[in-house]
Structure formats: structure tokens, C-alpha cells
């Protein structure tokens, strides 16, 4: 046994199953592991890494600033977190932006922007705003956030919840339609749902819940923590459908893979409700971490990532549809956030996975049967042909396995 996998068992929470493979070392698409052996990243820890492990304008944002000044808290203003809002709002078209931390606080910042917001400006009576969510969401980890979740796990042994919160089908728009009541403050949503199991919706999803959210007086709240920032091969996937929302909420790759850094964007009808007091973070909005997701949004422009996402997604999706294993049940996603879904009644995601992993490509299944295939946007058609070949390649070793296993029985 590995030591440090012993040590981190012995003295760490157990609350994930790493795959044992101990990384010590990055570049762009590449991670190696503590016996020297590389692999290509296709999971980009969750798409926090969409610029690729140790961009090098982003280490160097990183180190210059953290030379000059890192951590001030927000009793005072720095001179960096100007420019990043300013960025982030013109880039998102919308009006104001509330900086945190991880993604779980910015979608807490949004639960309450609009609870506010439904009590101070809508007229809803106190303590009646309902907020609307899907079924398969994953909004985070918090005790109000897994509060409303669909999945078992994630609540079991964890309540009582907060209330206020209504579930429905997603995917649907009349589900929305007719769970919308007069005391409804918003509509909570994932563009497409990524730890759900890359859930793509019907095309016009979002733009007819965006119409039905305008008739009824409804936020729409988009959760693109992990959509957003081009990996579904648009800086937003809202606007695949032409919708902006009412809140935004951004994380993961806001912070370039090396912080971080989330946002809650709304309109500034919504923003208003916080006065100074109602919410705080003592690292929200830092001048470090300002000034590498200014860095991050400034790359992101210029390296034409989210055009890179749609074309190479594009390629990436058609390649791992051409693989033909009976093990595959579906192939599906948008940009590089794309996912195999495996037929689990032969093989599961963790064996797979670990399979993948020693013919050199890293992934992580969602739910069991979805093996995700979302890399750093930076990847190459090359790297890409190179990841493609190792997949099929594991396909064929797992369907020999399961043929000799059957012989002996
Ligand atoms: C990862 C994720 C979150 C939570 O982000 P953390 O930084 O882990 O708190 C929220 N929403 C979506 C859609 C995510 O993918």
C-alpha cells in the first residue's frame, strides 16, 4: 500500500473514493502520478481546470500579485476587484456581481438574493417565498443545498432542511409552468445538469422557461458553475438558447485551476436587496483571487476557448460515438462536457474508470454509470485522437474480460 494513501485513510475524512493513483505534478493536459507515470486529464477536477494545469500568464498573475497583495477582507476596497467585476459583467451582459469563494456559497448568495428579493420587491408575505428546482440537481454540498436535492445519499442523515423549496421534472417546461404559484421567488436550474449524469434538455428548454419565468414574475437562476466560462462551446450555455438570466452563478473555472473563486451575477433590481450586513465572506473577492479570474476571463477571451470547445467537443462527441461496445448504452453532451453513459449491468463506472486510468487517461464517473470526458479547453485534436484511441482500447479489454468471465461460469 501506497503510504500517503495510508496516512491521508488514516488522518482524513473518508467522505470520497479517490481512485489510487497518488498526482504530484501538472502541465496543460497532463497530471503524473508519484511513480512517474502521466496521464492525460479528461475530467479537469470537475471543470475547474478549462485552462489546463499551470497556465503560465496564470501562475505568473498568481505569483506578481500575491507579491503585492493577497488578502485584505472586504472592511476595505483593493484595487483589483473593480476591474474583475467590471470584466465579468460586460462579458455575461449582466448588470452586478457579488464575489465568493466556492460554488456551493455563490448558489447560497443566490437562495437568498431572491428569497430577499421576492420579500422586498415581488410583495410575497415573510417566510412564504418558494424557490423552484430540478430533480438531478447538484447545486453544491451545503445543509440547505443538499436540502432540496433529489438524491438520497446526499441528504440521508443530514436534515432537518430548510423549507421552501419545490421539486419538479427536468427537462420540462410545463412542470415549471405548473408549479409556479403567486408566493414563487425563482427558478433554480443547470443549463445541462453535470454531476447528474450530463444530462443534455430538449432543445428550447431553457429559453421557454426563460418566457414562462418573464410571464409569471419568476427569477431565473442559472447555476453555470460548471457550464459556464466556455465548456459547452459558448462562454455561457444559456446562450445557446439566447436567454440571459435574471442570476448567474459561476465558480469552478473562474478560478484558472489555481483558486477558489466564484460569483453570484444578477440584475441590479435583484443585487440591491443586500445592504451592508446581510452577507459577507472574509475571502470573497480577495485582490489574489481577483486578479487571477480577471486573468482567467482575459485568457479565456483570447484563447477563443469557447470556440475551441465547440469545435473540438464537436469532433469529440462524433469520435466516442463511432466506438461500438455493447457495454455503451449512450454517448451524449455539448462542447467538452460530454459523458458515456455504460450499460452497469456489465461493467461499473469506478472499474471502468480505474481501467481508463491505467492505459493513461483520467476520468471520473457522475452516478455510477456516466463516465465524463470533460478536458482541459486547451486540449489538442491530437490529444484528443490520443484519449479516443485509449478509451476504445479499454472497451475492447473490458469486453475480453467479461467474455473469459462468462466462459468459466
Ligand atoms: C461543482 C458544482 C457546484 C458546487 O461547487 P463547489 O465549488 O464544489 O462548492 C454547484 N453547482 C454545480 C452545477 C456544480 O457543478
Known sequence: MNTTIELEQKYGAHHYAPLPIVLVRSEGVYVW???????????SAYSAVSHGHAHPRLVKALQTQAERLSVVSRAFYSDRLAPFLQRICLLTEIEMGLPMNTGAEAVETALKAARKWAYSVKGVSAGKAEIIVCEGNFHGRTIAIVGFSSEPQYRAGFGPFPAGFTLIPYGEADALEQAITANTAAFLVEPIQGEGGIIVPPDGYLARCAEI??????????????????????????????????????????????????????KREVMEVFQPGDHGSTFGGNPLAATVALEALNILVEERLPER????????????????????????????????????????????????????????????????????????????????ERIGQTFLEQEAILKRSRQSV
Open 309 to 388: 470547445a465547440a469545435e473540438l467537443g464537436d469532433y469529440l462527441i462524433r469520435r466516442l460515438r463511432a466506438i461500438d461496445s455493447p457495454l455503451i448504452k449512450a454517448v451524449r453532451g455539448k462542447g467538452l462536457l460530454t459523458g458515456i453513459e455504460l450499460d452497469t449491468r456489465m461493467i461499473s463506472g469506478q472499474a471502468f474508470c480505474l481501467a481508463l486510468a491505467a492505459n493513461g487517461v483520467l476520468s471520473k464517473e457522475a452516478h455510477e454509470a456516466v463516465i465524463r470526458f470533460a478536458p482541459p479547453l486547451i486540449i489538442t485534436q491530437a490529444q484528443i485522437d490520443w484519449a479516443v
Open 33 to 43: 502520478d508519484d511513480r512517474g507515470n502521466r496521464y492525460l486529464d479528461m475530467m
Open 213 to 266: 419565468c418573464r410571464a409569471n414574475r419568476v427569477l431565473l437562476l442559472c447555476d453555470e458553475i460548471q457550464t459556464g466560462l466556455g465548456r459547452t462551446g459558448r462562454f455561457l450555455a444559456c446562450q445557446h438558447e439566447d436567454v440571459t438570466p435574471d442570476g448567474l452563478m459561476l465558480g469552478k473555472a473562474l478560478g484558472g485551476g489555481l483558486l477558489p473563486v466564484s460569483i453570484f451575477l444578477a
